[in-house]
């Protein structure tokens, strides 16, 4: 079996799949030792890119730090609410909370404020 690569699709081809004509034209041939040295380093969190000969290589990712720290607040925003969600539906519901359970609520409204005003 023949390994391809193309660096316009970042993809790995076989000799053994019939793709029909949905071949890209740029193909290079490639290892089997370099196929999997490139699955290798995927897995250990590498991204597969191709250099400039346009063979595959493995690269660091890239992280957007913004973006990692807006993602990571969501998810804290999200537990938070997801803590104190049966409270919310009491109230909702026209139910009494409990002076425990209005505390809780307000201390997690003031916990999802700080969060929400912090900035990146």
């Given at each position: 079996m023949t390994i391809k690569y193309s660096p316009t699709t970042n993809g790995f081809y076989f000799s053994d799949?019939?793709?029909?004509?949905?071949?890209?034209?740029?193909?290079?041939?490639?290892?089997?030792?370099?196929?999997?040295?490139?699955?290798?380093?995927?897995?250990?969190?590498?991204?597969?890119?191709?250099?400039?000969?346009?063979?595959?290589?493995?690269?660091?990712?890239?992280?957007?730090?913004v973006e990692k720290e807006n993602r990571d607040r969501q998810e804290l925003i999200d537990a938070a609410l997801k803590s104190v969600s049966v409270i919310q539906l009491k109230l909702q519901t026209g139910r009494e909370i409990s002076d425990v359970e209005s505390r809780k609520l307000n201390s997690i409204l003031d916990y999802i404020d700080e969060l929400s005003a912090v900035e990146y």
């Amino acid at each position: 079996m023949t390994i391809k690569y193309s660096p316009t699709t970042n993809g790995f081809y076989f000799s053994d799949v019939d793709y029909g004509s949905s071949l890209p034209p740029d193909l290079i041939d490639i290892s089997n030792c370099l196929y999997r040295e490139l699955l290798e380093g995927q897995s250990a969190g590498k991204i597969i890119t191709s250099n400039n000969n346009a063979s595959p290589t493995l690269c660091d990712p890239v992280i957007d730090f913004v973006e990692k720290e807006n993602r990571d607040r969501q998810e804290l925003i999200d537990a938070a609410l997801k803590s104190v969600s049966v409270i919310q539906l009491k109230l909702q519901t026209g139910r009494e909370i409990s002076d425990v359970e209005s505390r809780k609520l307000n201390s997690i409204l003031d916990y999802i404020d700080e969060l929400s005003a912090v900035e990146y």
